[in-house]
T-cell receptor, first 116, second 114 residues
Framework: DAGVIQSPRHEVTEMGQEVTLRCKPI?????LFWYRQTMMRGLELLIY????????DSGMPEDRFSAKMPNASFSTLKIQPSEPRDSAVYFC??????????????FGSGTQLSVL | AQSVSQHNHHVILSEAASLELGCNYS??????LFWYVQYPGQHLQLLLK??????LVKGIKGFEAEFIKSKFSFNLRKPSVQWSDTAEYFC????????????FGTGTKLQVIP
């Protein structure tokens, strides 16, 4: 298996532009997480899907952020409009939840987002 | 709601020194506990985990962690660090039961000096 695949690896955009980050989880994993990593706040959970359904989006900073999981093999995180304070590394992670809890997260390589 | 606190943000050690990184969690029920490591330029990977049983858990590369329920703690230890242990270490908690999220601490940067 190729692991969790994120794209793009790097994104540089101007303030006000729409940004879309993509994630392909490991096949068979039924939980998917989006995290944001910054120097100031470490690793923050943005949203968590289970079986393609958003379970907890309390970490989404504001309405400018939205996430979708249209099927088991694809998820997007969209920021519209983007702002400089959104600059961070965004990680996607997936997990099998066979025993009713998340046994281990498998992380993607992350998307380094810079909003100028 | 569950939360995780890591007390040390940046730790600098010489090679062969002993390591202990603190982690405390807040949650009233049963939890799973994890330590993840992020080496420079790489993504996070699992170091060790605790689900149940022996509260002293051994992980990869000589790391271990002890779950002390009465203190809500899950400290990471290694008797003798190496330069290759330079990385950022994250403690995480997952409340048991149902569809529960995994919450991470803010991380501890470890720098090992040769």
């Amino acid at each position: 298996d190729a692991g969790v695949i994120q794209s793009p690896r790097h994104e540089v955009t101007e303030m006000g532009q729409e940004v879309t980050l993509r994630c392909k989880p490991i096949s068979g994993h039924n939980s998917l997480f989006w995290y944001r990593q910054t120097m100031m706040r470490g690793l923050e959970l943005l949203i968590y899907f289970n079986n393609n359904v958003p379970i907890d989006d309390s970490g989404m900073p504001e309405d400018r952020f939205s996430a979708k999981m249209p099927n088991a093999s694809f998820s997007t995180l969209k920021i519209q409009p983007s702002e400089p304070r959104d600059s961070a590394v965004y990680f996607c992670a997936s997990s099998p939840t066979d025993r009713g809890f998340n046994e281990k997260l498998f992380f993607g390589s992350g998307t380094q987002l810079s909003v100028l | 709601a569950q939360s995780v606190s890591q007390h040390n943000h940046h730790v600098i050690l010489s090679e062969a020194a002993s390591l202990e990184l603190g982690c405390n969690y807040s949650y009233g029920g049963t939890v799973n506990l994890f330590w993840y490591v992020q080496y420079p330029g790489q993504h996070l990977q699992l170091l060790l985990k605790y689900f149940s049983g022996d509260p002293l858990v051994k992980g990869i590369k000589g790391f271990e962690a002890e779950f002390i329920k009465s203190k809500f703690s899950f400290n990471l230890r290694k008797p003798s660090v190496q330069w290759s242990d330079t990385a950022e270490y994250f403690c995480a908690v997952n409340a048991r039961g149902g569809y529960q999220k995994v919450t991470f601490g803010t991380g501890t940067k470890l720098q090992v000096i040769p």
